[in-house]
Structure formats: C-alpha cells, structure tokens
C-alpha cells in the first residue's frame, strides 16, 4: 500500500489539468505597453477623421443646388422694367420781373444768361404787388396746373409741357387766376440784354423795358437767381430757386403739372 500510494502521488499530477501562467511583466515594461496601447488608440482616431478617398467629400453644411444662371438676370430685368425712372435734374437761369405799380408777374427761364432767347416765357395774372405780399412769409410755392381732360384739344395731352398755352394758377395752395405762355417780343429781348452781365440779384430796370403794351414808362422790378431746374415725366416739370447764400433766404418754387 505504501508503494502503491508513492506511485498515486507521482503519476497522477501527469494526467491531471494543468494551468500555465505567465510570470507578470515588471512595471517598467506593463508602462510602456499600456503606452502603445494608448497611441494605438490615438492613431485610430487621427485615421479615422482622415478624408477618405473612396468615398466623396461631404460638407457639414446642408447642401444647397446652385441656381440657375439665368435666375439673377431675369430678376434685375424684372427690377428694371418696374423701376420708376430717375428725375432729370439740371441748372437754369430764372427771372421773375414786373412792374413796379401795376402789371402783372412774368417768369422767364434762360439756358445761359448770354441769349436773348428764353426757353420758357410765362406770364402770371398775379400783380407784382401781390407777389411781393406773398414772398414776405419766405415761403412762395406757385402751381400752374392743366387738366388735359377738360381741354378740346387731344394733343395737348401729348405735347411737350412747355407747350401748353394756359394754366391754372395756384399759390400758397390758393387760386388766384391763371397764366399764358407767351412769346418773348422786343421789349422782353431788350430787357435780358440789359440782364446779361447779372447772374443773380434783385434790382429796377428804368423805363423803356415794358413788357406790356403802355407800359414803357414804368420801371420793372426783377429778381434774377439761378434755379434747380427738375423733371419728373412727361407731365411733371418743376423750378427751384437756389439761395445763393448758405443763411436761410426766399424759398421759391414753381410747379408745372399736366393732369390727364
């Protein structure tokens, strides 16, 4: 039995299940191996925020399909098209003269001080006393309306403004009468001659300048300035006395308006 026990005891660690460990490594080396596990790690995320070349390149904004060429040309056209048009803004020459005691207001518009031509010759039926009660507020602003529906003649409603030859006169927002388009005669030439070397100022004219029949031994009183001289449309024209001064002075205003 005792032999036979010696024997159990030997060859029975043989046949039995047997676990191999392998010794720890030191802390230098579990270190290093923690580490490289730690830049593997690394790695894998650096390599994974790499662009990948077999797929396409996405952005992280939303995509947006270009619009057609032809879409920002059809809208500036369309802009254009409904865009009023720009007023037409120029300088002139204006004079407004009458006699001193009776008569009425004229109001004369020259291109250049030099010609004895004007452009645009109307006469008011405001008397000149009238007008110099109604500057004294600073403030003029005189209308010359023409209602083309009213009037039996259909061109008038196509044909230049400065054309027409009668208006209705407002001023200060009040009727007060009307006003004729007239043709410069000899007396009104010899009166802007007399002008030329005046760019603006307000003076009398001694007598022999009437512009009215009998009236040449009068004096006139003028008041010359340039204006601003503004164009609406076809049925709007507009002039704006210009102070030469940057104090304020006379605000003075004539509106030309055809209403269809």
Not at 5 to 12: D, G, K, S
């Amino acid at each position: 039995m005792t032999k036979a026990n010696a024997l159990r005891r030997f060859l029975l660690p043989c046949f039995g299940h047997h676990t191999r460990t392998s010794p720890s490594p030191p802390p230098a080396a579990a270190a290093a191996t923690a580490t490289k596990k730690r830049m593997s790690t690394s790695l894998r995320d650096d390599l994974h925020d790499l662009p990948n070349p077999d797929k396409p390149h996405q952005d992280s904004q939303e995509f947006s399909p270009p619009s057609s060429p032809s879409t920002p040309t059809t809208t500036t056209a369309a802009a254009a098209s409904y865009a009023p048009p720009r007023p037409s803004r120029t300088m002139v020459i204006g004079t407004i003269f009458g006699h001193r005691r009776c008569g009425h207001v004229w109001f004369c518009i020259q291109q250049d001080r030099l010609t004895t031509k004007p452009t645009l010759l109307i006469e008011f039926s405001i008397s000149t006393s009238t007008l110099i009660q109604e500057m004294q507020c600073g403030l003029v602003r005189i209308a010359l309306e023409f209602n083309a529906a009213e009037s039996p003649d259909s061109e008038l409603s196509r044909c230049p403004l400065h054309s027409v030859p009668l208006w209705t006169l407002f001023c200060n927002g009040r009727k007060i009468g009307f006003a004729v388009r007239r043709k410069a005669t000899h007396q009104n030439r010899l009166m802007l001659k007399a002008m030329q070397n005046i760019t603006v100022g307000a003076g009398v004219l001694p007598c022999g300048f009437g512009s009215e029949p009998g009236s040449g031994s009068e004096e006139i009183m003028y008041m010359r300035a340039n204006y601003e001289f503004i164009v609406g449309n076809a049925d709007s024209e507009s002039f704006h006395l210009i102070n030469p001064g940057e104090g304020p002075g006379q605000e003075l205003s004539v509106f030309l308006i055809r209403s269809q």
